[in-house]
């Protein structure tokens, strides 16, 4: 029988839960173990609660350091991914019969351990045209996943946006501030637009400045060019070879809009005629738009940033190995 006493109190097993004698087990076995063993322990963190099972790997990881002991146990608790100072993570899962270890804990292995979906990528951009355009890019890269969208309305936003962000000392490395390109469109005057922003002469509001500059990106449309007279051009000149019925009637809508005071009705107008919902009809626009050459130099500065990102947040099998874990 297992128990405890302390100062002459006695607590023996028939008063614990089972999360406490699983702890005094665990202890027992490792404690006694020969020194340089090694001990497997399978669903350590079962009956235990975060806390409780924080210090038993406090104290089983001192031991082992001290007595020179391997010790290797199984969890699928979240918590533990924080402890990395503490233990060596390692993420095995299994992909079409074999098993595979990852060193790292990427989006896809709290998915596995949680089944939430986490998305370290902040993209910001103007409105929803642009948020069907990365909906587009990160499709192509299959980083979907990884990436949540907002909208910050007109583009003088992007740096009050961006300003705030760098104010606050939050990290940069996974935010992207996107501008349509029609506004703002040289580094001179996005410059200028930084600085009415970052208004003072102290030392911090330089370096703020400075860490700003290269931070907002932008869709590469031709000079005088609307964003939205740009895609119907785009989808007004793609091959038609191999298109369904569904895209070959929006290039033929598109076809008979000729010029439009209003910009944004080059797309709404194609829209309203075929009686497509919006969010829908940009999806299909845009897939339109994607097979035309001049897309990628229209999307390369978004591109050109968003993929390292997402490469650095895939999990990717040893070399020779063709698996795909996307």
């Known amino acids: 029988m297992i128990g405890v006493e302390s100062e002459g109190l006695a607590y023996s097993s028939l008063s614990m839960s089972a999360g406490e004698q699983k702890i005094f087990l665990i202890l027992e076995t490792i404690l006694k173990a020969d020194k340089n063993a090694l001990i497997l322990i399978d669903e350590l963190d079962l009956l235990l609660h975060d806390e409780a099972l924080k210090k038993l790997i406090d104290v ?27 233990i060596n993570i390692r993420h095995v899962v299994n992909i079409q019969g074999r098993s595979y270890s990852f060193e790292e804990t990427k989006p896809d292995a709290i998915n596995r351990l949680t089944g939430k979906s986490t998305t370290p990528i902040e993209i910001y951009v103007e409105d929803d045209l ?28 992007a740096f009050t946006l ?5 104010i606050r000392g939050d ?12 506004k703002y469109s040289t580094e001179n005057e996005k410059k200028a637009a930084l600085d009415k922003v970052f208004t003072g002469t102290e030392s911090r509001t330089y370096e703020l400045k400075a860490a700003a500059e290269g931070k907002i990106k932008q869709f590469n449309l031709p000079n005088g060019v609307k964003p939205e007279q740009y895609i119907h051009y785009l989808i007004t000149n793609v091959l038609l070879d191999g298109l369904g019925g569904e895209y070959l009637e929006i290039i033929e809508a598109a076809r008979d809009i000729r010029v439009e005071l209003d910009a944004h009705n080059y797309i709404s107008n194609i829209l309203t005629k075929l009686g497509i ?26 591109t050109d940033w968003l993929q390292p990102v997402v490469s650095d947040l895939m999990e990717r099998l040893p070399e020779n190995d063709t698996v795909d874990i996307t």
């Open 162 to 166: 961006l300003a705030s962000t760098l």
């Open 277 to 302: 919902d919006r969010p829908s009809g940009l999806t299909r626009v845009m897939d339109l738009a994607s097979r035309h050459p001049e897309w990628h130099q229209y999307v390369s500065e978004v």
């Open 60 to 86: 089983i990881s001192t031991h082992a350091e001290d007595k020179n002991k391997q010790i290797i146990f199984t969890t699928h608790r979240e918590m533990v991914t924080t402890l990395s100072d503490k």
């Open 130 to 157: 642009a948020v069907a355009i990365i909906n587009k890019i990160c499709s192509s890269l299959k980083a979907s996943r990884y990436v949540k969208i907002f909208k910050f309305g007109a583009a003088s936003n």
């Open 171 to 182: 990290n940069l490395s996974d935010k992207l501030y996107i501008l349509d390109g029609d």
